[in-house]
């Protein structure tokens, strides 16, 4: 794919001005919904950012009909704006809260937006998280058994070298619990950046990754770069204390160059150094055996075990060094479906042997869709897919086939509106007012 500096916005942003239909450019047959003895969540929550951010305009938080048996499948329920655009609509929960309030992130904005759920159908705005003392930019949120929110926060305040950042546990009304620094010893001055999190309550353990998000320059207007130290930190979820950080293994480097990241917003050619298969580490999922799989941007993948002993290791499952952009996956059965941003592609693993992943299928998309978050509708096969590129507008729906791995776009979802592949959010209407098209980011299914 060719990146001109228009796409490169598109890309380090995750805002589009150009928004048009999308989807996979192989024929893939439409599958029934599965046998199930879980049913459909009703309901498809959409972070999205109004795409022009003009005076007046808001980002929002979209409710969408997910019933496969209604007959508004697909469609926009409602919306809750936060009287804001702007704000760089990034991360929310994974799966829609059955009690408290749904977190929801403006990343650049270094705000967290507090949505009342209670009635599922009309979902509201209540007010902003307060801020955490000491830290900045809040980014990945996971819900805990006791209705309690874990988050990662990328930074401190500034007062320490390398100004890392921490792991913060919030009740269900969004009042903050207690929070850890990221800050190891063993890595003096480092700069570590809390990124995604997992968690394993059946061993009082917390996994965190460190990549640094980029930051616009609100002189310039450009990104902000940062290298964080690529690590992975051991917590102990009971009292969120640091246990252990662990260095990737080193990985060889990708086919493009350093700067076809760094570098985007710059046009600039660039030629020598190569990025490493461990740079970046990205998101980390829970494997069949409980054990956890990591990815980094780069592609390479790691195996992270033996979290409750005193040796918790990482070890080196693959690399990938003809792709870039792994991304956002989640977890269908025995399966991971991973995004794969800079190949326009999806990849599906076979993980049901831990220690030995393996492909069993791969879906491509035009080239003006960038698949970067792929979630799981709890306890059925049923996947939603948002993007970044000229034609993220759109929220595309898939079932995974149970035995193949194989996805296939679920056309009754795709053809409710008539704009194209999936939920087109290039309108001018919604329940807030004539806003015009919204850009969505995260997508989580909700009951």
């Given at each position: ?10 890309i380090l942003s995750g805002f589009a001005l ?351 869709f960038l698949p970067h978050l792929v979630q ?72």
């Open positions: 794919m060719r990146i001109t500096p228009h796409i490169r916005l598109f150009a928004l048009v239909s999308c989807g996979a450019t192989d024929d893939t047959a439409s599958l029934d919904a599965p046998d199930t003895t879980a049913t459909p969540s009703p309901y498809l929550y959409v972070w999205a950012g109004d795409a022009d951010a003009a005076e007046g305009d808001s980002d929002f938080l979209a409710v969408v009909d997910a019933d496969p048996e209604s007959p508004t499948y697909g469609s926009v329920l409602g919306t809750a704006p936060v009287g804001s655009a702007g704000n760089d609509p990034h991360h929310a929960e994974p799966i829609a809260p059955s009690d408290g309030l749904l977190f929801a992130n403006g990343f650049n904005a270094n705000r967290t937006f507090l949505f009342d759920l209670s009635s599922p159908g009309e979902p509201a705005f209540v007010r902003e998280l307060e801020k955490v003392p000491g830290f900045e930019y809040p980014h990945s949120f996971y819900r805990l058994e006791n209705s309690h929110l874990l988050a990662t926060i990328q930074r401190g305040d500034g007062s320490q070298p390398g100004d890392t950042g921490g792991l913060a546990e919030f009740d269900t009304d969004g009042a903050l619990v207690r929070v850890t620094s990221a800050v190891d010893s063993g890595f003096e001055g480092a700069m570590i950046r809390p990124y995604a999190l997992e968690v394993f309550p059946e061993v009082d353990r917390v996994l965190t990754t460190s990549n640094a998000m980029p930051l616009i320059d609100p002189e310039t207007g450009g990104f902000v770069f940062e290298r964080a130290e690529n690590v992975v930190q051991l917590w102990r979820l009971s009292d969120l204390s640091l246990l252990a950080t662990l260095t990737l293994p080193v990985l060889p480097p990708a086919e493009e160059p350093e700067c076809f990241v760094d570098h985007l917003m710059t046009g600039q050619d660039c030629t020598p150094s190569r990025i490493p298969g461990h740079d970046r580490p990205f998101e980390i999922r829970t494997l069949p055996d409980g054990s956890a799989i990591l990815n980094t941007v780069s592609c390479g993948f790691y195996r992270i075990h033996a979290m409750d002993t005193d040796e918790p290791r990482v070890d080196v499952l693959m690399n990938w060094p003809e792709a870039a952009g792994c991304s956002v996956p989640t977890m269908v059965g025995k399966f991971e479906v991973l995004p794969i941003m800079f190949a326009n592609e999806i990849v599906t693993l076979d993980v049901s042997d831990p220690a030995s992943p393996v492909e069993v299928a791969r879906l491509t998309f035009d080239e003006g799981v509708d709890p306890g059925t096969h049923r996947v939603v897919v948002t993007g970044i590129g000229p034609d993220a507008g759109q929220v595309l729906m898939y079932w995974v086939d149970p035995d193949t791995g194989e996805l296939a776009l679920d056309e009754a979802f795709a053809q409710v509106d008539g704009l194209g592949q999936g939920l087109s959010m290039a309108r001018d209407e919604w329940s807030h007012g004539p806003t015009g098209p919204a850009i969505p980011h995260a997508a989580l299914f909700g009951r």
